[in-house]
Structure formats: structure tokens, C-alpha cells
Nanobody, 121 residues
């Protein structure tokens, strides 16, 4: 499956941003989807994941209460709505697809190219 992330940009602290990830190539609804991020000089980390149907989701502690992952299987797109953004949320955000549900990088076989989110203080 091919993934194309978009929606990143520059936003002030406290602001909101919605990332999108469009999928193509294979049956989107067969995959769990996740969002990860990588800040400069840091390792890539889990942000959120969502089940096939979209009825189940889980979040990193840093994202709970501020970020919401969702998907539209008809549009083969997964979203990450981010609010109350903080400067420490600055990172390249990646979407990824997995055959299994989880938060571990190695579970995800397909990755998008990343979209940069910069939060200014």
C-alpha cells in the first residue's frame, strides 16, 4: 500500500492542525493505521493507532486528550486531528499501515513520506 501524508505546517502553540494520509494500492480497510513522529535528533515514536473499522483507537500519553485519530475507509484516508499544540509536538509526522494492531514501529510494514509540523512558542 502506498501512503501520502499531508497537512503539516507552521502553527502557534495552542493551535490546531489536521493531518491526512491518503492510501492507495491495496485494500485500505484491511490495515490498521498509525501515526508516528520523529523530532530532530530523536527516535521515531508512536502517536496513535486505529483499528480496521475505526471503532478502536489508542494513543501515546503525550497525545491523549489532544489528538484524535480517525479514518474514512470509503476515502481510503486516515486523519490525525491535533489541538492544543505545544512546541514539543514539533516533528515530522508519518502515517503507517500494519496488518496487526499496535504501537510498535516494527509492526508497520508501509510508511508514508512524512509531513513536517512546526509549533512555535
Amino acid at each position: 500500500v502506498q501512503l501520502q501524508a499531508s497537512g503539516g505546517g507552521l502553527v502557534q502553540a495552542g493551535g490546531s492542525l489536521r493531518l491526512s494520509c491518503a492510501a492507495s494500492g491495496r485494500t485500505f480497510s484491511n490495515y490498521f493505521m498509525g501515526w508516528f513522529r520523529q523530532a530532530p535528533g530523536k527516535e521515531r515514536e508512536f502517536v496513535a493507532a486505529i483499528s480496521y473499522s475505526g471503532r478502536s483507537a489508542n494513543y501515546a500519553d503525550s497525545a491523549k486528550g489532544r489528538f484524535t485519530i480517525s479514518r474514512d475507509n470509503a476515502k481510503t484516508t486516515v486523519y490525525l486531528q491535533m489541538s492544543s499544540l505545544k512546541p514539543e509536538d514539533t516533528a515530522v509526522y508519518y502515517c503507517a499501515a500494519s496488518a496487526s494492531y499496535g504501537s510498535t514501529l516494527s509492526q508497520y510494514s508501509y510508511w508514508g513520506q512524512g509531513t513536517l509540523v512546526t509549533v512555535s512558542s
